[in-house]
């Protein structure tokens, strides 16, 4: 490599590949000056570095202060510049494609179905490959070597073999695009989708919502004569897709979303986001769905847990409920009097204990024995008509009628 020519080809990268000309120099003498430290013996502390004059193109190597000179230097060192010039090429070239492709993260492109590598499709996009996992592809669409095929940037991520392009087929936004690209309403920003939830190679149900009232959102994504999502569906390889109205009203909304059943009732728990909803008999299985398919996407869709009930199974459960509350009161009144009755029996074990002390002491807090025994007696004098002897015996007798129970129970 002539010396001129060297430099006309660092000028050409600045311009060609946008490297800064200051750094392919840098990078010359960086290689050179390792080359010729390897190839003369040199003290080990002794620095050893390589100059480009940038009027000539000619390189010097040194040693210290001392000029380097060799017979072979010329040789070594054209190598060397030649195999840095084509590093920085193909680097650049990655950085290229790197940074074409990062700002298509969120966008659709288009490209040839390459090869399959361990369930994994690559894809020939012309300045680079990238490849579709399984996880991201649709289980119910086959696609053969040189088919075209559309899809989903997700990520694009620096490599040693140059960028790795991620793409999706499955990932619901891969849907929104298609709609974006299709509907000019939404491109537009008149129409806008609110929320998607998608059974991948099955069925997508989307919520759009109009900002213009002259303007119906389910008929612009629709189409003429169902032009537009046709599109999509064909695209999708027949994946069914339920184009939903979008309501504010969270009763609409969910009405909407389990199209085509038809409701009867819905009741709202707000706090908790949740939703019963009761249809008649012959809607029940039309509003699961296949496989419980379609609930399942119309709670993804309105964010709310919904659980469905036809009348009969609605009617049942009330009566149930009605029974076990009925049943859970009468328990916690027998429980409630057991207590009470526990308690009286407690506190007129007690020897010296009327009833006018019994009723001072349940109002003062001590309505069991294992609270009077926890008590002091200066806490108990406080009660009117109770001295310092009767309330020591009464916390004697307390702590004898805990004893005796508890050797009951043991025994």
């Known amino acids: 490599m002539e010396s001129t020519e ?27 000056a390792t080359a010729a430290k390897k190839l003369w013996t040199v003290d080990k502390n002794e620095e050893v570095r390589a100059v480009l004059d940038i ?13 380097i000179r060799s017979s072979e230097f010329g040789r070594i060192a054209a190598q060397t510049a030649k195999q840095v010039v084509i590093q920085k090429i ?3 070239e ?8 990062q700002i298509r993260i969120g966008e659709i492109i288009a ?9 994994n499709i690559i894809v020939d996009l012309g300045k680079a490959e990238a490849y579709i996992p399984k996880k991201e592809q649709s289980p119910k669409e086959e696609f053969r070597q040189g088919d075209r095929i559309r899809a989903y940037v997700l990520d694009v991520k620096r490599d040693s073999k140059g960028p790795q392009i991620l793409l999706s087929r499955a990932n619901p936004n891969f849907v929104r695009k298609l709609f974006q690209l299709e509907v000019p309403e939404i491109y537009e920003g008149i129409v806008e989708i609110k929320a998607i939830a998608r059974d991948v190679g099955e069925r997508t149900k989307i919520a759009v919502y109009s900002k213009d009232e002259k303007v119906d959102c389910v008929g612009a ?26 309501s504010s009203d969270i009763k609409e909304y969910i009405q909407a979303a389990l199209s085509p059943a038809e409701i009867s009732q819905i009741q709202l728990n707000y706090d908790e986001k949740k939703a019963n909803i009761i249809v008649a008999d012959d809607q029940l299985s039309l509003a699961i769905g296949k496989h419980g398919q379609n609930v399942r996407l119309a ?16 009617k049942q459960l009330q009566e149930q409920a009605g029974v076990e509350e009925t049943a859970q009161a009468a328990e916690e009144e027998k429980k409630k009097t057991t207590e009470q009755q526990s308690s009286d029996r407690d506190l007129t074990a007690l020897t010296g204990v009327g009833e006018k002390i019994m009723v001072q002491l349940k109002a003062a807090g001590f309505d069991a024995l294992e609270k009077i025994v926890a008590a002091d007696v200066e806490t108990l004098t406080r009660i009117k008509g109770l001295g310092d002897v009767k309330a020591k015996k009464i916390i004697k007798d307390a702590k004898s009628l805990l004893n005796s129970s508890k050797k009951e129970e043991k025994e």
């Open 6 to 32: 060297l430099l006309t080809i660092l000028e050409q990268l600045e311009r060609d590949k946008g490297i800064d000309k200051k750094i392919l120099i840098e990078a010359v003498e960086s290689a050179v």
């Open 221 to 246: 994504c629709v189409g003429m004569r169902g032009s537009r999502v046709k599109n999509i569906v064909s695209e999708l390889q027949g994946e069914k897709i339920d184009i939903v109205r979008y």
């Open 55 to 67: 009027k000539t193109g000619r390189i010097t190597a040194y040693a210290g202060t001392q000029e």
């Open 90 to 92: 193909r680097e650049a």
């Open 299 to 314: 709670s993804q869709l309105v964010s709310w847990e919904l659980d469905l009930f036809s009348f009969d199974q609605w």
């Open 94 to 101: 990655k950085d290229v494609v790197f940074n074409e492709y």
């Open 111 to 119: 490209g040839g179905v390459y090869r399959f590598e361990r369930g």
